[in-house]
């Protein structure tokens, strides 16, 4: 089971909702690295490692969640770092 590194870029009314503190929050159930910033353009982005089904369950709850606030959602996939813990980057 390999690592993987996601970055996912979201858009829409996702700054001032609670965005970041949810994603935090999301990431404590699941065994993954990474942060969450808000973007200068109104977007949100969002860096994931750690094994794929961990990164999507991750994703998927953050998007269930957050639901009525995306509108746009780019992933991709970069050579993992080894990003340690989860938090909030400013």
Same mark, same amino acid.
């Given at each position: 089971m390999g690592i993987i590194r996601v970055v996912v870029s979201y858009t829409g009314r996702v700054q001032g !909702? +609670?965005?970041r503190a949810t994603a935090v929050r999301c990431a404590e159930r699941f065994e993954v690295s990474g942060w969450v910033r808000n973007e200068p353009n109104?977007? !949100?982005t969002l860096v994931a490692e750690g094994a794929s089904e961990e990164v999507d369950g991750l994703l998927d709850e !953050?998007?269930?969640t957050m639901k009525g606030c995306i509108r746009g959602v780019?992933?991709?996939?970069?050579?993992?770092?080894?990003?340690?813990?989860? +938090? !909030?980057?400013r």
């Open positions: !909702v +609670g965005f109104g977007g !949100v !953050v998007a269930r780019d992933r991709r996939e970069e050579p993992p770092i080894g990003e340690q813990g989860f +938090g !909030v980057r």
